[in-house]
C-alpha cells in the first residue's frame, strides 16, 4: 500500500468494502455499454493501444445534495497508455487485474498490482496511467464522487 493510500482512509475503506460487491458487479459489467474509448493522442504513443471505460453505476447520493457517485471500469489492454488528464470528482481507484503504473503531478510514478488501491483529489492531475505488461491485460475500477453534470475525464 502506497504511503497516498494509507494517508485516505476512505480509500481503503472503499478498497476493503469492495471485494463485497466486485463479484456482482463483474457478473453484469460485460453487458453494459462502453462509455468511451481512448486513443492516445501523442505522435509516440500513437502505436499504443488505449484504454475502455464502461460505466457500470451512477446514482445521486441523496443526503449530499447536487453529488453523485459514479463507477467505472477501465479496460488496459497490453501496453495501453492513458495520456494526461484530470477529473471533476474525488476518485478512488481499486486495481482488478494486472499491473498499473500511474503518476500525479507532483509525486513519483507509482506500480499498482491486484488489490491495491489509490486516490485521486477532485482536479489532480493524473501525468499517465499505463498496463505495464506487454501480454496480459489490466483492469481498474473507479468510483467518483462528483457534481451532477460534471465532465468526469478531461484530457489535456
Same mark, same amino acid.
Request: no cysteine.
Given at each position: $500500500? %502506497?504511503?497516498r493510500t494509507?494517508? *485516505?482512509?476512505?480509500a481503503v475503506?472503499?478498497?476493503a @468494502?469492495?471485494? !463485497?460487491?466486485?463479484? /456482482?458487479l463483474l !457478473?453484469w459489467s460485460?453487458r453494459l455499454p462502453?462509455? *468511451?474509448?481512448h486513443?492516445p493522442a $501523442?505522435a %509516440? $504513443?500513437? =502505436?499504443r493501444?488505449?484504454?475502455?471505460?464502461?460505466?457500470i453505476s451512477? *446514482?445521486?447520493i441523496?443526503?449530499?445534495?447536487?453529488?453523485?457517485m459514479?463507477?467505472?471500469l477501465?479496460d488496459f489492454?497490453?501496453? =495501453? #497508455?492513458s495520456? &494526461?488528464?484530470?477529473h &471533476?470528482a474525488?476518485?478512488?481507484?481499486?486495481?482488478?487485474?494486472?499491473t498499473i503504473?500511474?503518476?500525479?503531478? @507532483?509525486e513519483?510514478?507509482?506500480?499498482?498490482?491486484?488489490g491495491q488501491? #489509490?486516490y &485521486?483529489?477532485?482536479?489532480?492531475? *493524473?501525468?499517465f /496511467? &499505463?498496463?505495464m505488461?506487454?501480454?496480459?491485460?489490466a483492469?481498474? !475500477?473507479?468510483v $467518483?464522487v462528483h457534481d451532477?453534470?460534471?465532465?468526469?475525464?478531461?484530457?489535456?
Amino acid at each position: $500500500m %502506497s504511503a497516498r493510500t494509507a494517508r *485516505h482512509p476512505a480509500a481503503v475503506a472503499l478498497a476493503a @468494502g469492495t471485494g !463485497l460487491v466486485l463479484a /456482482a458487479l463483474l !457478473l453484469w459489467s460485460a453487458r453494459l455499454p462502453v462509455v *468511451h474509448q481512448h486513443a492516445p493522442a $501523442m505522435a %509516440s $504513443m500513437a =502505436a499504443r493501444p488505449g484504454t475502455k471505460v464502461t460505466q457500470i453505476s451512477s *446514482h445521486a447520493i441523496p443526503d449530499v445534495k447536487g453529488k453523485r457517485m459514479t463507477a467505472l471500469l477501465v479496460d488496459f489492454p497490453p501496453g =495501453a #497508455f492513458s495520456p &494526461e488528464h484530470h477529473h &471533476e470528482a474525488s476518485l478512488t481507484v481499486y486495481v482488478l487485474k494486472g499491473t498499473i503504473r500511474s503518476q500525479l503531478a @507532483g509525486e513519483p510514478p507509482q506500480i499498482y498490482t491486484v488489490g491495491q488501491s #489509490f486516490y &485521486e483529489p477532485l482536479g489532480a492531475t *493524473h501525468l499517465f /496511467a &499505463e498496463n505495464m505488461s506487454q501480454t496480459e491485460d489490466a483492469q481498474i !475500477l473507479a468510483v $467518483m464522487v462528483h457534481d451532477e453534470g460534471a465532465r468526469l475525464t478531461v484530457y489535456h
